[in-house]
Antibody
Framework: EVQLVESGGGLVQPGGSLRLSCAAS????????MSWVRQAPGKGLEWVAN????????YYVDSVKGRFTISRDNAKNSLYLQMNSLRAEDTAVYYC?????????????WGQGTLVTVSS | SYVLTQPPSVSVAPGQTARITCGGN??????VHWYQQKPGQAPVLVVY???DRPSGIPERFSGSNSGNTATLTISRVEAGDEADYYC????????????FGTGTKVTVL
């Protein structure tokens, strides 16, 4: 059974940092593109970043470029999102999502999400 | 960046058919995916590549895509289908490669 379990969310002050983790199981993690998708309270879905199977390609939405860094450790079956210089508008539930073998693949499995709240 | 427009809400009686549209410029040339999200839960993929269903998704869920509109159709609607639905495309030529629609709240009367 495919499972994605996020952790690391919480309350942080503006300008602060947070590192999200996503533990994957039930599939060959190293074979899939992986993404982070967020959802602000009461709002729609927004793709944040993704990473290729071997970590050689990474892409970001413009609003987080230079502040967020996506990474993965295939030996630990884990995906990460380092978030720096956080802003109030980064407040959201952050989902870890599996794509496929290609970047155009749909997000076929999602974690339960972890809430990040940026507030003083 | 590419924009996907959905109606904010659709209401349907049990047993009837719900149709949710997703509008985008020449969306028919792209592959469209659809997600269902119930309150407090993560999204679930219900249709991918315009009209294919993942394993475990009922045949009542179907999709089509042509011209400037993609459509998710839910036949024989059940109370459990009440949720938010999002369309999504991959636009390789855009600075925002993954675009979600604005979302549609389906209410079962």
């Amino acid at each position: 059974e495919v499972q994605l379990v996020e952790s690391g969310g919480g309350l942080v002050q503006p300008g602060g940092s947070l590192r999200l983790s996503c533990a994957a199981s039930g599939f060959t993690f190293s074979s899939y593109w992986m993404s982070w998708v967020r959802q602000a309270p009461g709002k729609g879905l927004e793709w944040v970043a993704n990473i290729k199977q071997d970590g050689s390609e990474k892409y970001y939405v413009d609003s987080v470029k230079g502040r967020f860094t996506i990474s993965r450790d295939n030996a630990k079956n884990s995906l990460y999102l380092q978030m720096n210089s956080l802003r109030a508008e980064d407040t959201a539930v952050y989902y870890c999502a599996r794509s496929g073998f290609y970047p155009r693949s749909p997000f076929d499995y999602w974690g339960q999400g972890t809430l990040v709240t940026v507030s003083s | 960046s590419y924009v996907l427009t959905q109606p904010p809400s659709v209401s349907v009686a049990p047993g009837q058919t719900a149709r949710i549209t997703c509008g985008g410029n020449n969306i028919g040339s792209k592959s469209v995916h659809w997600y269902q999200q119930k309150p407090g839960q993560a999204p679930v993929l219900v249709v991918y590549d315009d009209s294919d269903r993942p394993s475990g998704i009922p045949e009542r869920f179907s999709g089509s895509n042509s011209g400037n509109t993609a459509t998710l159709t839910i036949s024989r609607v059940e109370a459990g289908d009440e949720a938010d639905y999002y369309c999504q495309v991959w636009d390789s030529s855009s600075d925002l490669p993954y675009v979600f629609g604005t979302g549609t709240k389906v209410t079962v009367l």
